[in-house]
């Protein structure tokens, strides 16, 4: 594997080529990579043949954007206490603790001012201000073009948000607003809570 990712530039394209959310992305991060380093290219094209290693085939009705399995390593770690209990105490310990869990956080939510969860809320602000300076142009009922400007040369993404879909494909994918999404629904003056996912909110 040093052989393969010798260089650290090289790792960071191959972890950005693991998270992008569009075709478009993709096909360039691979370009970068066959260029620096055709055994890389070549390893990558052979072995991952067939699996979907690439946030942008990603199935668009899983809704998740997680590119790695800390939930589950999580989740193991919490669970360390009963692993050696018999099986029904086991699901006893982990139902009860589950239980306290819920609670807390239904108590949690009772106090929160906004709608949207916290962790969301600062997310799609950070979303938000990535399209502070995009293009937006409408062509009537709620569909619009968004020109992104991060790109060189810019490119244009097609918005719906009938339909809740973006060409960058992260909508889709998350089921939270992208930065295009977020710019269109501002130019619409609409209410960024409509389009979020009920299991978001308080």
């Known amino acids: 594997m ?4 010798g260089f650290h530039n090289l790792m960071g394209v191959t972890t950005f080529e693991v998270k ?5 992305d993709y096909e360039e991060a691979m370009a970068q990579i066959k260029k620096e380093k ?3 290219y070549n390893w990558l094209e052979r072995e991952l043949q067939g ?3 690439s946030m942008h085939t990603y199935d668009r ?5 997680r590119t790695d399995n800390n939930a589950s390593e999580c989740f193991n770690s919490w669970i ?3 692993r050696d209990m018999p099986a029904l105490s086991k699901l006893e310990e982990i139902r009860c603790r589950l239980m306290k869990r819920f609670t807390k956080r239904r108590n949690e939510g009772n106090t929160l001012q906004k709608t949207i969860a916290p962790r969301i809320y600062k997310e799609l602000d950070q979303t938000f201000k990535k399209g502070e300076k995009m293009i937006v142009q ?3 009922d709620l569909n619009f073009q968004v020109m992104d400007k991060s790109y060189y040369p810019a490119m244009r993404f ?7 879909t973006c060409d960058c494909g992260y909508w889709e994918i998350a089921d939270l607003p992208c930065s295009h999404v977020m710019v269109a629904i501002r130019y619409a003056r609409d209410e960024i809570e409509e389009d979020i996912p009920f299991c978001f909110t308080k």
């Open 2 to 5: 040093k052989y393969l990712f």
């Open 138 to 140: 409408s062509s009537g």
């Open 38 to 40: 055709l055994a890389t």
């Open 158 to 164: 097609i918005v719906k948000l009938e339909d809740k």
């Open 61 to 65: 009705n899983c809704k998740v954007e």
């Open 51 to 53: 699996y979907t290693w």
């Open 80 to 82: 360390l206490p009963y």
């Open 20 to 24: 992008v959310i569009n075709k478009h």
